[in-house]
């Protein structure tokens, strides 16, 4: 099992001698990802109920939930300003892995590749490849280059390959990037058509032990089944959660090392690999945060179980 504690940027923007903040995922550079077209909030204008603005110094988007709203920075006003989470082209570098950013075709981005030896791109719809390319900016070398075809060849009969709809991995965790402590990523998304990215994090990958078999994932639906007086059900769609149960094993001269990675791990998202093989389950892979652990030493090897339950 490896970690990897994602890289996360502050975006700030100061107004009416106020500082506010927003944490996203990476050192972002350029994204070609388009936002749709919400009007940019403005001191001077007078916005009704309802409408939406968009205050790109955040990158997020507001609605507005009273009869009208003048001179009320959103951000600044929270009752009167509902905050409806990151804009498109920011929303695989927030921390909410079930809003995705959608692109037409191919999506392009920057991002500081400074430092890290990891990538991991999380609850994709309908993309058929990636690329991506490292470059050392003190050289000018290129230090990783890679494409991915996404496609999963699941044929297992002839109704599948004559019948089965073509489908991608939804989720992909790279560990051989190069290290370099100035250094650009450039990641190439292709799709057939509309492309969806929940999440894109980068940062340094460290080992937390052997994940043995016992280990298991389940998914915990929120979605919620609704019965009338009159016997009618409703169903409304929410999301999930993903809840990885590992057994791991490490050396018992590691304990104290591994407790201290572990409990600074609290407090904070991680993205946790409990099958690191190439071609592992991406199933067991998740970002959250850890429920409990609990380790016993004994003779020469320990085995410690892990509950880790990802974001929604």
């Known amino acids: 099992m490896t970690y990897l504690v994602p890289i996360k940027n502050d975006m700030e923007v100061a107004y009416n001698n106020s500082i506010y903040t927003v944490k996203y ?13 919400n009007t940019d909030w403005d001191s001077t204008t007078s ?6 603005v968009r205050v790109p110094g955040l990158k997020r988007v507001y609605r507005c939930a009273s009869a009208e709203s003048t001179d009320q920075y959103p951000p600044a006003h929270p009752s009167v300003w509902i ?15 079930g809003s995705q950013t959608e692109f037409d075709t191919s999506l392009t981005l920057r991002l500081s590749g400074s430092s890290v030896n990891s990538i991991a791109f999380l609850n994709m719809d309908g993309i058929s490849s990636i690329s991506i390319t490292q470059t050392d900016m003190n050289t000018g070398l290129i230090i990783y280059e890679n494409t991915i075809s996404l496609q999963e060849f699941g044929v297992l009969s002839l109704y599948d390959y004559w019948y089965r709809p073509i489908s991608y991995r939804r989720d992909l965790v790279l560990d051989s990037l190069g290290f370099s402590t100035d250094a650009e990523l450039e990641i190439t998304f ?7 990215i929940g999440a894109v994090v980068t940062g340094l990958s460290d080992y937390l032990g052997i994940t043995l078999y016992g280990s298991k994932v389940r998914l915990k639906d929120y979605s919620k ?7 009618n059900t409703s169903f409304t769609k929410r999301g999930y959660a993903r809840i990885i149960t590992g057994q791991v094993l490490i ?3 590691l304990v104290d090392e591994t407790m201290t990675k572990l409990s600074a791990l609290r407090g904070g998202l991680t993205l946790f690999v409990a099958d690191e093989r190439q071609d592992g389950f ?3 892979s998740t ?21 880790i339950i990802g974001v929604i």
Do not use: H, Q, R
């Open 25 to 37: 995922f990476n050192n972002i550079i350029s994204t070609t990802a388009l936002d749709k077209a």
């Open 47 to 52: 916005f009704a109920k309802d409408s939406w």
């Open 83 to 97: 905050d409806y989470g990151a804009t498109n082209s920011y929303k695989m570098f927030d921390d909410i892995i």
């Open 190 to 196: 292709t799709s057939g058509g509309i492309g969806k």
């Open 225 to 231: 089944y609704t019965v009338d007086d009159y016997g």
């Open 251 to 253: 050396d018992t001269n």
């Open 282 to 284: 991406a199933s067991m």
């Open 287 to 307: 970002l959250g945060y850890i429920e409990e652990i609990e380790i016993e030493p004994t003779a020469s090897k320990t085995k410690y179980p892990i509950k």
